[in-house]
Each structure stands twice: as C-alpha cells, then as structure tokens.
C-alpha cells in the first residue's frame, strides 16, 4: 500500500501446502536419533500441524483471521453451521457478542451522575478600600459557594427493547432549594424509532408527565416530538416541542427545533464534526430570549486529545464570549477549564471534570465587571496549576503505574517467558541440522546474523543494558527463494523467536549478504520488512563496504 510499498496478501492454500510441507520436514521427529530433542521436535511437529488444520479450514481460517486465537474459543460456535461462508460466520459471531453483552448489561446499572458546585469568588476583584478596613480576619477576601447543584440517575433493561431510567435532583441556591425525582420507561419499537413515558414529581412543582418519541424518516433524516404536562399550584402548564434534523454531508447536521410553552422559542441550527474540528452556528428567536451563537472547536491529532474551543453568543441579554481547552489527563477522566466574559455577566472562570460517567462541574463568578486582571488570571492561572499539577503529580503518578504494571506483567507472565523460551531453543536444536539446506549460494540472500530485543543506542542511557536474543538460526530458516519477508505483527510470534524485554519497545537488526554485498537494517518490532534491497521495504538498509576486514557488530 502506500505506507509500506507493497501489499501484504493473505496466504493462497499452495502457499500453505508448500510452508506446512516445509515446516514439517524441519521439525520431523525421525531427524533426531537423540530422545531429548526426538520429544520437542515432536511437540513442535503437532503444533505446525495444529496450525495447519485452523488455516486450511476456511471457517476456521475466517474465524482466526477476523478474531485471532481467541475467537476460536469463544463459546457458542458449536451452533454455527459448518457450510456458512466467512461473512455469515463474521455475523454469528457478532449475534453471539450481542447476546452476551444483553445478558450482561441486564445484569447492571448504568450510574451517570453530575455534580455542580457555585462558587462567589468576586470578592477577590470587586473589593473597595472602606469594605477592605472594616473586613475581620486582616483583609483576607470572603469566597463562599452560593449553589450546589446535585443529579443522579440510573437505568436497568427490563427486556432486550424496553428500559427502565430512575433519576433524581438536588438544587440550593442562597438558601433556597428543592429537588425532583423522574421515572422513565423507554420501549425500542424497531430499528427506526422509539418511544418514553416520563413521570415526575417535586416539592416546588407538581407532578410531571411527559412523552417523547423519536423516529428516522429517512437514512438522512430523523424526527423528535416531545409533549409534557406540568401540574403546579397555579394551574396545568402544558408544552411541547418538535425538532427535526437532516444529515447536509458527511460531516454536517442541519437542526430545526420549535417550542411552544413557558419559554417558547423557534432555533435554527447547523453543526459540522469532523475529525480536527467542530462548529456550530445557530439562531434562536423566542420569548424571553433571541440570540445568535456561533462556535469552533479544534481538536489536535495526539493521544491526549487535546481540545481548544471559542465561542460568541449575542443577544438581548448581552453578549458573552468564551474561550477555553480541553485535555485528556487519564484512561478515564478528561478536564476542560472555559473562562466566560460577557456583559452583563462579567468573568466566570468553568471548570469541568468528567471522570467516566460522573461530571463535576465548578463554575467560579470572578467580577461583575469586566475587568482586565479578572480576565488574565482566570486565563493564566488554571493553565499555571495544570503545568505545576501535570508535572509534580500526574507525571509522576503516570510513570509509577506503567512501572508497576510493567512489573506485574512481567512477574505473570515470567512462567510462560520460560516456556517460550524452552520453546525457541528448542527450535534452534531442531532446525540447526536443516539450516545448511536453507543458506544459498552466493549470490543468494544469506543471513549473517540476527539479533531481536531492546537496542540502547543513547549515550545517556549507558546505565541500561540491552536486552537482546540471537534469532540468527530461525531466520536463516525463513528465507525462501533467496527472500526474506516479515509482516508488520510482533516478530515474538515467530518460531524461534520469543519476548526477552516484556511491555519494551523492541527491534530486529539483521546483518546479511546478497549478491556478494553486505548489508545492515533495524526494524521496530510491529514494522514489516522485505528483503532483499531490491525489494520494496519499509525500513533503509546501510551496505557494509569495507568487505577486505572483517565485519564486527557490537551491539551495546
């Protein structure tokens, strides 16, 4: 392809035929008189047979090339016919995933929760010289939280097409508060739509009940409607609301929504993700609120997931403009820090914390007024604290866990690292007698030598020591037709070969003559390699020309 330069096809049967015939002369009990060797030739011998049965099966071979090994253990393909074609195994064994998560997922909740804390920090710009005199404790500024917003909420499948969602809120504001609790039942209908039921009830507002429903019209287009009942002590308070959506492109939605009720309001919307950014332009003209918004999201290309937003939002309120970031700080948790300034809003420093399915939320209310040192330190300040954060704690704590699961997997699977070990030495024992067979004359490929491990190429880096094995033998007994090709999968998978670093980054170095020039090329471990040099490869191989002396490879 145009990564690599050529394309890696799947092994024809010939192919399989050939290299199983092969394989099995190398490893052939009858070529050992020794009893020793007689007996791990033999073990070798039933495992080239074994993989032969998978891959000369087309189900089995569909299986494994679609799942690996393990999708051969998965239970449940006792009831797949055997005459089924790949794409219909591929079927059934997504059925039978299915099924398993269903049973699964009856079996749990799914908690999603979001805790939302105020805090009235304007003390901290707004202050006067009177108010700071008479202010006890030596001057120190007042910052107390003026609302705490608190919601849970829950569900539970009752069948494969109806759940159940229970969910509940706290809210406080200067005192004041309340809470609501809701009971939704939601029925899948078909692949095209569903429907919910709602009812809730509060210690401010009355009872609530509510419908919504959802369905596609099209591929390209979906509908929802919404109707709901409030029952208060002034009265019912109907409402209902209706959105429609229309895929423009790929990458583009277009929304128009209409609601009639308590804030009634007609919003108009078009929204385009793609894979670095997300925008969004919308218009709403309603009772009490008309605006006009506009944002852009970017989001870099890197493991962390870095994300920087800004966003304008005009209207007869005002006008407030937001910038702010997004990262991802662990597996599971992602912080975002928004500074909002508007008027007459004035500075508010948001900061998000999404830990799984829980968010916290901590929106901090700096000034009243816009002023210009409200707006730098809520800008420069949290990106002070992530920095100092980032690096004295999470730093640390990041390189302490890979440590530790770094050494708990090795300490798992040093037993099997025995094994495979055994297992590779024993490979070399049994072909050494076939490699005279496989080194060709010149002017064939032959291979020098053959070293697979972690390389320390850094000076700086002299206190670590290489960790490397000797795979010249198996290799030597790969070449085919003066050819040497490795696909771009872990070379400890080969025969000969197993992992003498576990959780490094390892390579492969080969020293090797073709056509009476010698050679040298260093490999990552997941990199596909193809020589000769005429080949088209991956990776850049050196002549060694110095061919009257002899050739030395230290490997430090």
Known sequence: DGDTGYKINRATQDELKASYRRLCMLYHPDKHRDPELKSQAEQLFNQVHQAYEVLSDPQSRAIYDIFGKKGLEVEGWEIVERKRTPVEIREEYERLQREREERRLQQRTNPKGTISVGVDATDLFDRYDEDFEEMPGGGFPHIEINRMHISQSIEAPLTNSDTAMLSGSLSTHNGNGGGNINMTVRRVTSAKGWGELEFGAGDILGPLFGMKVFRNLTPRCFLTAQCGMQFSPRGVRPSCSLMTARHLDQNTMG???????????????????????????????GVPHSYLMMSYQYKFQDEDQTKVKGSIKTGWFGTVVEYGAERKISRHSVLAATVSVGVPQGVTLKIRLARANQTYLFPVHLTDQLLPSAVFYATVGPLLVYMAIHRLVIIPYTCSQKQQDLELQRKSSEVDMVKKKQEADCVCVCVCV??????????????????????????????????????????????????????????AGLPGFYDPCVGEDKSLKLLYQFRGVMHQVLSADTEALRIPKQCKYTTTTQPLYNHNSTVTTTIS
């Open 255 to 285: 929304y128009l929504q209409w609601r009639w009720g308590p804030h009634s309001s007609m919003t108009t919307s078009v929204v385009r993700d793609t894979k670095t950014s997300h925008f969004t332009l919308a218009l709403q003209l």
């Open 434 to 491: 076939c490699v005279c067979v496989c080194v060709p004359p010149v002017p064939g490929l032959i291979i020098l030598n053959a070293w697979y491990g972690k390389f320390v190429t850094d000076n700086s880096a002299r206190q670590e020591r290489a960790q490397v094995i000797d795979v010249t033998v198996p290799l030597q007994c790969l070449v085919k037709d003066s050819k040497l090709i490795l696909t771009e999968a872990s070379k």
